[in-house]
């Protein structure tokens, strides 16, 4: 096979090191970008190879590849190969051989690489390259590889259950890069626990890189952030998406919890809300807040309140809250009720986390409709409270109860501490009404994230 290629003569092997970059990265599309090959003769193949292999050096992951001169280039680890080793090939192992120092610029993965995982890839590459370094593989070292990760753009965001065996200390900084060029990235981060500081900001590292920066996008809607100084939950997209769902058209939304403008954006870009009070106290996530707003057009529709909500002076505005806080939004309950407009009212989207158990009051298997939805996909569990106290659909049918009675349970609770809040606040009687629960993931064992949307209006004055 022919390959477009950049050739380097053996004594300026070490000169392209700053040129290549990394080796064996992927660019934009997963495209592979320029990997260092050992470039010779036909006859000399075997023998370099043989080498090759016996110093942990051959790359098996790209093609041996036929040059336009009819020479062979085998692909090696590494940034570059080092001149000891172009000396021993072309005076030890094969002398008279022509030896030189190439890139592939469009090299082709091997049929193993091709059918290894990602998972897979990673621990093949990372225990060739430990093993190069004189330390033995073990079972150990194995079991504390990464199995799974998030990827923002070229950032590769490990959990903090992975290299944590006291042998990977040694291997720092140069372990990230291999890490990198196993996944086909350019900037490695470790994820910590999120720091209980109020503005829940992560234990991120960046271990490889110069900066945590990236894109995301969820729904048409474009994200940019800083890894290392703002939240950002995958498993949050079925509620945002259903968020983006809501008939919001008209209204003026407060969303008391913001960050980076997870809810804010999908209320906006495609939920059609008039205006969005957006607060939030991390000044790292309202920076990222105010470029997002910026990029997906809707600046112009936002106010941004930077601090605590709980001194927000905003009241009697809002026809819908977001409260989207967990382990609970519990704190920001009364200024919910202070924003809500006192002659219409409104609705509050509470998320919570609540807590069940198996066996503790649950319904027999196939009891509800719940459990023929994939969890955690969007589910219908609308609920309409009548005078008589029975769940009911909009269509009058009785619902069976909540796959989970926790839900319900914490619902109503929660329903009747807001109607006491909300006749505090605004010194009048307000009926209440809980419209849906919605399940958004599991946050631990035993642990659901739900969001509650429960319908807020003021009763109609008597005499």
Known sequence: MLSRVSGVSGSLAEGIREDVGGSNMEREGGKPAAVVAVVTEPRFTQRYREYLEKQKLLDRRHRVEKMPDGTVALPVLGKTLPEQHLHELRDCVAPGSTCRVTQLLDPVRSKKAQGCSPAQRLCLEVSRWVEGRGVTWSAELETDLPRSWQRHGDLLLLSEDCFQAKQWKHLEPELWETVASALGVHRVAKRGRVSPDGARTPAVTLLLGDQGWVEHVDNGIQYKFDVTRCMFSFGNISEKLRVASLPCAGEVLVDLYAGIGYFTLPFLVHAGAAFVHACEWNPHAVAALRKNLDINGVADRCQIHFGDNRKLKLSNIADRVNLGLIPSSEEGWPIACQVLRRDAGGILHIHQNV????????????????????????????????????????????????????????????????????????????????????PVKSYAPHVDHIVLDLECRPCPLVG
């Open 355 to 438: 807590e069940s158990y198996p066996g503790k009051n649950r319904q027999p298997p196939g009891s509800s409709e719940m459990e023929k939805e994939h969890w955690p996909y969007p589910q219908q569990m609308i609920t309409n409270h009548c005078t008589n106290g029975t769940p009911r659909d909009s269509r009058g049918k009785r619902l069976s109860a909540a796959t989970k009675p926790e839900w319900q349970r914490w619902a109503e609770s929660a329903e009747t501490r807001l109607a006491t809040l909300l006749q505090q606040v605004h010194g009048t009687p307000w009926k209440t009404q809980i419209l849906h629960i919605q």
